[in-house]
């Protein structure tokens, strides 16, 4: 059973909509993260919450904007999207902690593409 | 900002042969992660290192913090280790920076 879930596995939306993309996570963490993969790039940080409070964000645009109603839940919200915006978007999660190996676990990602 | 420079981007291995993927980091890193990207695209975690060496069956990863690098050595080659790798690597915060990835294609 896969312990991060994103939903949905896929998803094409028309430019200047908004989407939401769903994240949860069963693996009892208190660090929940957002990472994206357009084609051909690395990975690249999004953002990082701990306890439901933003700690870094590396993402220019406003245009994302995390989401936590739970410990287990960071959705990511994005609006007015664009063509650039297609990428694969990734979860992932890990117990931060100063003792712990803060080892990220990823969820299966949600493709994204912007017509 | 924060640099993980990954090689070789892409290797092409015989069944049975082994070679080694390098990281290097462009500032001190606290701790290095591994990842293979499988088929299906979803990422399997493979080492966690914050010093030293480890090794799982025929992979091997190496972290010296003070050097800079990370290695993950690959021995005795499968069809199944065919997959995209990858380092990432932090400071001891929260922000985690990935390398480039190396794409291992294992041949019979």
């Known amino acids: 059973d896969p312990k991060i879930i994103q939903k949905p596995k896929y998803l094409v939306a028309v430019t200047g909509s908004e989407k939401i993309l769903i994240c949860e996570q069963y693996l009892g963490h208190n660090a929940m993260y957002w990472y994206r993969q357009s084609a051909k790039k690395p990975l690249e940080f999004m953002f990082s919450y701990s306890y439901q409070k933003l700690m870094d964000n590396q993402t220019a645009s406003s245009r994302f904007q995390p989401q936590s109603s739970k410990k287990n839940h960071l959705d990511l919200q994005i609006t007015a999207l664009k063509p650039d915006d297609s990428a694969t978007y990734f979860c992932a999660s890990s117990l931060h902690d100063r003792g712990s190996q803060n080892t990220l676990y990823f969820g299966a990602g949600t493709r994204l593409s912007v017509l | 900002g924060d640099q993980v420079e990954q090689s070789p981007s892409a290797l092409s291995l015989h069944e049975g042969t082994g070679s080694a993927l390098r990281c290097n980091f462009t500032?001190?890193?606290?701790?290095v992660q591994w990842f293979r990207k499988n088929s299906r695209g979803s990422l399997i975690n493979l080492f966690y290192?914050?010093?030293g060496t480890k090794e799982n069956g025929r992979l091997k990863s190496a972290f010296d913090s003070k050097e800079r690098y990370s290695t993950l050595h690959i021995r005795d080659a499968q069809l199944e280790d065919s997959g995209t790798y990858f380092c990432a690597a932090g400071t001891g915060g929260y922000k985690v920076v990935f390398g480039s990835g190396t794409r291992l294609l294992v041949s019979p």
């Open positions: 290192l914050a010093s």
């Open positions: 500032t001190t890193m606290r701790a």
